[in-house]
């Protein structure tokens, strides 16, 4: 455990001297994060001030906290993996990393997190100047407060573990650029990033709470805002945790039947 503490601090040394490098495209990569939820929020805000400021219970001034929550839940579990393993595979760079006598998911989760410590205190500002401009509504719970941020640090875990095990996917296909935008909608839809799930279709709202996708994203969002009542938070802690263990089940079985099938094909 100490070899392994010590690691990760090496990791964030490195990844964060990494980041100061590329402080451009960090920046270019951050406003992409923000564009996103902000066009989602303009949409939204415009049709609920056309419908009489209330579409499903939600007034232009709820589409704000949302989105704005959005952009910081999103920010907060995003992963990058699945866009990296592939060339990890392809062009041979994995060879050198499974000769460290330890898993490289350590790697991926050190440097993960060394770019949230940086990049967070920017997309908070980024937040509270757009709150100035489109005014949310944000209810006030205690309870559900303090049960947002195990919540959210539950949906990174799991929202990483599912995406290092679809990535993985890599080591039986050289090209998994098809699998990854197939996932990537599914996200948009089920994960609540393009509309709140309650404004969804039921069988949209079963699918995504029967899949990960809603314990990722929209499930700490709820608990923010005041929508969701303790017993169902408790579910949807519940639900985390099973999708942990899944995760983590997937991990330890695709990982060595991928490791078995590896063959560098690059330098």
Known sequence: MRALLELYVQQFKTSFATMLQYRASLVIWLIGQVLEPVIYLIVWSTVARASGDQVGGFTSADFAAYFLVLMIVNHVTYTWIMYEFEYRVREGGLSPVLLRPVHPIHNDVADNL???????????????????????????????????????????VVRFLVEWSLALAAFWTTRVGALNQM?????????????PLSLMPAWIQVTASALPFRWMVAFPIELLLGRLTPAEALIGFGAQAIWIAVGLGLVRIVWRAGVRTYSAVGA
């Not at 944000?138 to 990174?156: E, G, H, K």
């Open 183 to 195: 996932y990537f909608v599914l996200m948009l839809f089920l994960s609540g990033q393009m509309a």
């Open 114 to 156: 060394t770019s949230k410590m940086v990049s967070l205190p920017g997309m908070l500002l980024t937040a509270i100047g757009l709150g100035l401009i489109f005014r949310p509504d944000f209810r006030v719970v205690p309870w559900a407060i303090v049960a947002f941020i195990p919540s959210l640090a539950l949906a990174f």
